[in-house]
Antibody, heavy 121, light 108 residues
Framework: EVQLVESGGDLVQPGGSLRLSCAAS????????MIWVRQAPGKGLEWVSA????????YYADSVKGRFTISRDNSKNTLSLQVNSLRAEDTAVYYC??????????????WGQGTLVAVSS | EIVMTQSPATLSVSPGERATLSCRAS??????LAWYQHKPGQAPRLLIY???TRATGIPARFSGSGSGTEFTLTISSLQSEDFAVYYC??????????FGQGTKVDFK
């Protein structure tokens, strides 16, 4: 089955860190760019970060630049997001999603069900 | 950054009725626009890309139109499973990839 499954979300204190993971199955993972998108409570979708199929090109939203790091392990079909220096405004459900090809992101045709990150003292 | 604005915020529709959702871009995105459906607790689902091309498996009652800065998603005859939040997203100028704030389609 073609799917994405996120994990790693948790309740964490401000300033804390987490590593989110996205396990891909049913398709050739390395052939697709991947992104992270989040949805804060009561809000819409916000793009967070993106990575090319080979992993050599990455992009970040200004709101997370310098705090979040996206990576991928194509041998394990896994996408990761290291989130550091967490703030209350990072509280959200984090989704991973698949881009159109290895280097063209365009639209996102496969999404996971999300993992919740809650930042609170 | 291209800002995407959707209207209305909420659309109340009865089953079987037609629903028309709008999306406006702050500058031209050509036809580089996608629409997604999102239900609570579920993964978002791609409906439309290229402004008007239905994604694989999407029913024909969903249609998209527009180009430049004005876009429309039409659901020709609303089914019970169509009550959800709908987002538009531009991919003409990236990063960032930007989404509208969403239109909630609920039961009238």
């Amino acid at each position: 089955e073609v799917q994405l499954v996120e994990s790693g979300g948790d309740l964490v204190q401000p300033g804390g860190s987490l590593r989110l993971s996205c396990a891909a199955s049913g398709f050739t993972f390395s052939s697709y760019a991947m992104i992270w998108v989040r949805q804060a409570p009561g809000k819409g979708l916000e793009w967070v970060s993106a990575i090319s199929g080979s992993g050599d090109v990455t992009y970040y939203a200004d709101s997370v630049k310098g705090r979040f790091t996206i990576s991928r392990d194509n041998s394990k079909n896994t996408l990761s997001l290291q989130v550091n220096s967490l703030r209350a405004e990072d509280t959200a459900v984090y989704y991973c999603a698949r881009g159109r090809t290895s280097n063209w992101y365009d639209w996102f045709d496969l999404w996971g069900q999300g993992t919740l990150v809650a930042v609170s003292s | 950054e291209i800002v995407m604005t959707q209207s209305p915020a909420t659309l109340s529709v009865s089953p079987g009725e037609r629903a028309t959702l709008s999306c406006r871009a702050s500058q031209s995105v050509s036809s580089n626009l996608a629409w997604y459906q999102h239900k609570p607790g579920q993964a978002p689902r791609l409906l439309i890309y290229g402004a008007s091309t239905r994604a694989t498996g999407i029913p024909a009652r969903f249609s998209g139109s527009g180009s430049g800065t004005e876009f429309t998603l039409t659901i020709s005859s609303l089914q019970s499973e169509d009550f959800a939040v709908y987002y538009c997203q531009q991919y003409n100028n990236w990063p960032p990839w930007t989404f509208g704030q969403g239109t909630k389609v609920d039961f009238k």
